[in-house]
C-alpha cells in the first residue's frame, strides 16, 4: 500500500490529495510553516533557519544574500523545501552558491516540484549577480542526480569535486559526494 501511495500510478490522487502548489521565495512571516515543515522533513536546526530568514533570505530584494524557497498549498503549509546560499557562511572553504536541504514531502514527489524550487534558485542567483550554482549529492541518490541533470547541471570539475569531498570529509561526512554546477543566466 504504501509503495503504492509514492508511486507513479498514484500520482493523480496525490496530485489531487495536494491541490494546486505555489513556488516561492520565503520571507521571515514564513518561518512557523517552515519550522512545522523543518520538524518532520529537515536536520537544519530552526535557530538556523530563523537567523538565516531574518538576516540573509528574508530580506528586501536588494538586500538579499541567498535565498530560501518553498512550494506552498493554498492553506499554506509547505511541501518541499530548498535554499541556496555561501558555504563560507558556514565556515566551509568554498567559493560560490549551493543548493542546500532539496527536499519534497513524499505526497509531492515526482510532480515537478523539485525542478520549480531549484529553478526558483537559478532565478535568484542570477538576480543577485552570481555566475554559477554548485550543488554537492549523495553519489547514490538517483532522484536528486536526475533532478538536476534534467536541470541542465552538469559534473563539475575533477578538481572541486575534491576539493568538496575533502571539506565535508572534514566536517565528519562519510559519503562521497559529486559535484554539479551550472550558469545562474536562465
Ligand atoms: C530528490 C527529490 C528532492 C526530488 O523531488 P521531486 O519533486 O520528486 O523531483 P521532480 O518531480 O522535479 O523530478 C525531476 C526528475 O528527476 C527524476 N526523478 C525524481 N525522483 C525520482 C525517483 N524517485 N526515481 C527516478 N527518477 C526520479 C525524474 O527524471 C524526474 O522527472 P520525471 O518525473 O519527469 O521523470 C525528492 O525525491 C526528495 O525529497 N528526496 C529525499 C531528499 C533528498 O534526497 N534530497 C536531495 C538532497 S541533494
Redesign the pocket.
Known amino acids: 500500500m504504501r509503495d503504492f501511495f509514492f508511486s507513479g500510478w498514484s500520482k493523480p490522487l496525490r496530485r489531487h490529495l495536494v491541490g494546486p502548489l505555489e513556488v516561492r521565495l520565503l520571507r521571515p512571516a514564513d518561518l512557523e510553516v517552515l519550522l512545522a515543515f523543518a520538524a518532520e522533513r529537515l536536520s537544519v536546526s530552526p535557530t538556523f533557519l530563523r537567523r538565516q530568514l531574518d538576516a540573509r533570505w528574508g530580506k528586501e530584494s536588494h538586500e538579499r544574500r541567498g535565498a530560501a524557497v518553498g512550494a506552498l498549498d493554498t492553506k499554506g503549509r509547505v511541501h ?1 523545501f530548498a535554499w541556496m546560499d555561501s558555504y563560507r557562511e558556514e565556515g566551509l572553504p568554498l567559493d560560490g552558491v549551493w543548493v542546500r ?4 514531502a513524499p505526497q ?9 524550487l531549484v529553478s526558483r534558485l537559478l532565478e535568484e542567483a542570477h538576480r543577485q549577480g552570481e555566475p554559477h550554482v554548485r ?4 553519489e547514490d ?4 542526480l ?2 538536476f541533470d ?1 536541470l541542465g547541471f552538469r559534473r563539475a570539475s575533477a578538481r572541486l569535486t575534491e576539493q568538496t569531498n575533502e571539506a565535508w570529509d572534514a566536517a565528519g561526512s562519510t559519503k562521497r559526494l559529486i559535484v554539479l554546477e551550472r550558469d545562474a543566466a536562465p
Do not use: E, F, K
Open positions: 518541499g536541504s532539496l527536499v519534497v509531492a514527489r515526482r510532480m515537478g516540484v523539485a525542478t520549480q550543488a554537492d549529492v549523495d541518490n538517483d532522484a536528486s536526475r533532478t534534467g
